[in-house]
């Protein structure tokens, strides 16, 4: 089953990866970068990393469920 567009991820502000924010595969301004909140639908038309990064059963590996209810 496909993760929903409008399904929210947090990811690096710095190159927009959430495997960044995860720590797997950190980029140069991952020491300094913040957080950013984008939709599935978004990150899908950046297109830099595969889709399990926003998948529910990676949702929760890393925050322990898959709500997605963060907040900005």
């Known amino acids: 089953m496909s993760t929903p567009n409008d399904a929210k991820v947090l990811v690096?502000?710095?190159c927009l990866r959430a495997c960044c924010w995860y720590g797997e595969f950190?980029?140069?301004?991952?020491?300094?970068?913040?957080?950013?909140?984008?939709?599935?639908g978004?990150?899908?038309k950046l297109d830099r990393e595969h889709e399990?990064?926003?998948?529910?059963?990676?949702?929760?590996?890393?925050?322990?469920d898959a709500s997605r209810e963060f907040r900005a």
Not at 26 to 40: E, F, R, S
Not at 52 to 64: A, H, R
């Open 12 to 14: 690096c502000d710095k």
């Open 42 to 44: 978004d990150l899908r």
């Open 52 to 64: 399990d990064y926003w998948s529910d059963e990676k949702m929760i590996n890393v925050y322990g």
């Open 26 to 40: 950190m980029c140069d301004d991952a020491v300094q970068a913040g957080l950013k909140i984008l939709t599935v």
